[in-house]
Each structure stands twice: as structure tokens, then as C-alpha cells.
């Protein structure tokens, strides 16, 4: 029976690894393409980034979590950072499917809206970095309208991000998105 079980589990560990490889190879074209786009997003002179969030499911409940896919492009760190689908603005945008844009024109109106609004506790937006005043969450969907993934951007300027369609950076994110929804529908 060796003989019948030993080629069945190459196979299934070849499979697997084929599948971990096309994860990786989608996750790069985001970054790639977020990368492209912040370095022609006119930012007149604040500080922006941006990464990619993917719903997976964990647990033995298979609850759905949103993890960050790789570190802030135009900044350090976050990459694998697991978020809850009922807090923050990801969450929110994750839930409602559609794109979100929120400004905070202080410590005080981030602190206190996170908790009222975004579900966040006192204790959880205390470890938070407040210096971020606008935030743009768009998710990428399916033709099922699944959610494939959510892209993310914040910078220190308040204002900064609005769904204007005169907006430049609105624009350019919208094509961007467009761009980076089409290998991962493939």
C-alpha cells in the first residue's frame, strides 16, 4: 500500500506548495503595482502609504480575518498582521463592500471615533499609531462581488484622501485598482 500512498502525498504536497507560489506571485504583483502607484501619486509633500489586506479564514470555526499581505509600501513593518472583519475601517469597508474614506483632524477625533465608530476598545486604539489623519480602504472584488482583497492607504495629512472625482489621487487609485483586480481574478 506504500507504493499507492507515497506518490499520493507528493502530489498533494506539490499542489500545495504550486498553490502557496500563485499566492505569493499575486500578492507581489499588488505590491509591485502599489509601489508604482505611490511613486506618481502627487502627495504635496505628506507622508502616504499603502499595503493590501486578504480575507482568510482561521480556526477550526474558519472564522474570516483580514491580514495584512506584506509590510506598508512607503514604510516599514505590518506585513502578517491579522485584523478583525468588525473593527476599523478595513473591517468596515470588508463588511459593506464598498470603498471608505475617513479624515481626523486630531488625536482626540481619531481616539474617540475609532471607539464609537470603528468598534475599537479604549485599550486597543492606545496601541495604535494616531498619527495618521486620512485613511482610503477600496476593496477588490470578484464578479460575484467577493471580496478578493482590500487595498489600504493612510498619510499624515487630514483631507488628504476623498472619493472627489476631481480628485487626482482618486482617480489614479481607481486606476490602479482596475490594474491589480485583473491577474487576481485569473
Known sequence: MWWIALPACVILAVKVVEAGSLVRGRHLHVR??????LSVLPTDGAHVRCTYHVPVKVGWRRRVRLLQAFDYVGDQGGGGRPFEVAKGIIGVAYSAKGTRVENFSSDAEYRQRMV??????????????????????????????????????????CGFFTLDEANPRWHMIRVAAGVIRGPLLG
Open 32 to 37: 509591485q503595482q502599489l509601489h508604482l502607484l
Open 116 to 157: 464609537s465608530e470603528y468598534n475599537y476598545t479604549e485599550a486597543e486604539v492606545g496601541q495604535r499609531r494616531a498619527d495618521r489623519r486620512s485613511y482610503l480602504c477600496d476593496p477588490v472584488l470578484d464578479e460575484s462581488h467577493k471580496v478578493l482583497g482590500l487595498l489600504f492607504f493612510d498619510s499624515d495629512r
